[in-house]
């Protein structure tokens, strides 16, 4: 029986990820800043799962979390989102500080240890596709955008040094544009499939020629039970996503398509895109190899597919 943890549970990978663990062969405790809801609270109870409310910036919160040693820890809290992001301080002190809390609380010798980083790391760097060990590049410190970036590829910096002093190992994950059920509207996705849902126009930002490769949650999770059986871990960055590019805006016309909306796409202008301090990156492609020689890993859903079922739990 493993002991997991899961920090950031309340959110949508959390949500997900809880679902395709198997209760009975696991000790499974969540925390998250927030409270489930009361349904699911009942549903965490009767399935003997712990939860316990704990912001992990505040770092006299980890005095009941910190006793128990964890086989596995999978953390997930962040800021996500446009408007959550531009705000630098919220940013820095749930990335670098909530994290740093962890690591020195949490994590303890032979802990595997699970951060889910993101293709923002890459920054705008125009050399496709992404492989794990290439550059990050930025835009300006006076673009609040850039500060996610930064704080994530800082603690994965952080995650290599301490491994080696308290010993545990680690899998810094690289997310690429994750979609799926119970995902919240600050995400391309969702937020389109809301819109389509309601008929409302959807907007596309200036130049309307960006790509992004969207992956399955269910295939995200594929990954994070199968590690759980892998007996040699092997620590490091990897990039995990789809490795298909597709246009946003060819991603917004199947949607329209598959929810049959009246929706019509409409593109930001310039100077609106400008005005939010929003710096779009273009192109984001990873290149998957590392994981598939490691663990065997490739994503299975086509695109048409995840979102058919996306759409029906939005429905
Ligand atoms: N979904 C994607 O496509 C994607 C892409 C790149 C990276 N990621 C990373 O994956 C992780 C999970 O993403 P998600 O889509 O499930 O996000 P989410 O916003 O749905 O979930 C994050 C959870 O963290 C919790 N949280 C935030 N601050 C906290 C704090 N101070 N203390 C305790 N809990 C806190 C929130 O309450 C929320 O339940 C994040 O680290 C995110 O940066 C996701």
Redesign the pocket.
């Known amino acids: 029986m493993k002991k997991i943890l899961i920090?950031?549970?309340?959110?949508?990978?959390?949500?997900n990820l809880i679902q395709r663990l198997n209760h009975n062969e696991n000790k499974i405790f969540l925390?998250?800043?927030?409270l489930p809801s009361k349904s699911d609270l009942s549903l965490l109870k009767k399935k003997k799962i712990h939860f316990q409310k704990?912001?992990?910036?505040k770092t006299n919160n980890f005095n009941k979390i910190s006793k128990i040693n964890f086989d596995v820890v999978y953390?997930?809290?962040?800021?996500?989102?446009v408007s959550q992001v531009l705000d630098p301080k919220i940013t820095i002190?749930?990335?670098i500080n909530?994290s740093l809390n962890i690591i020195k609380k949490v994590i303890k010798k032979n802990t595997l240890f699970i951060f889910?980083?993101?293709?923002?790391a890459y920054g705008n760097n125009p050399k496709l596709p992404w492989r794990e060990e290439d550059s990050m590049v930025l835009g300006s410190y006076k673009i609040p955008r850039w500060n996610?970036a930064k704080s994530?590829s800082l603690i994965e910096s952080v995650i290599y040094e301490y491994s080696k002093k308290i010993k545990f190992k680690y899998i810094i994950l690289?997310?690429?544009?994750?979609?799926g059920p119970?995902?919240?509207n600050?995400?391309i996705t969702s937020s389109i499939i809301n819109r389509c849902l309601n008929n409302l126009p959807c907007y596309l930002n200036y130049p309307g020629t960006q790509t992004r490769c969207f992956?399955y949650i269910d295939d995200l999770n594929d990954f994070l039970i199968k590690i759980l059986k892998v007996k040699n871990i092997k620590s490091g960055v990897f990039n995990i996503g789809n490795n298909k590019r597709t246009k946003v805006k060819n991603l917004i016309e199947l949607i329209i398509k598959l929810t049959k909306s009246k929706s019509k796409i409409k593109i930001k202008k310039f100077s609106t895109v400008k005005k939010t301090k929003m710096q779009d990156v273009i192109h984001r492609q990873p290149d998957i190899s590392k994981i598939y020689k490691f663990y065997k890993w490739k994503p299975k859903t086509n695109l048409a597919n995840g979102l058919k079922k996306t759409i029906s739990f939005f429905k």
């Open positions: 920090i950031g549970s309340n959110g949508f990978i959390g949500k925390i998250d800043k927030s704990v912001d992990i910036t953390h997930l809290a962040s800021v996500v989102g002190d749930t990335i909530g889910f980083s993101t293709s923002e996610y994530k690289r997310l690429f544009n994750i979609y119970h995902q919240s600050y995400f992956t």
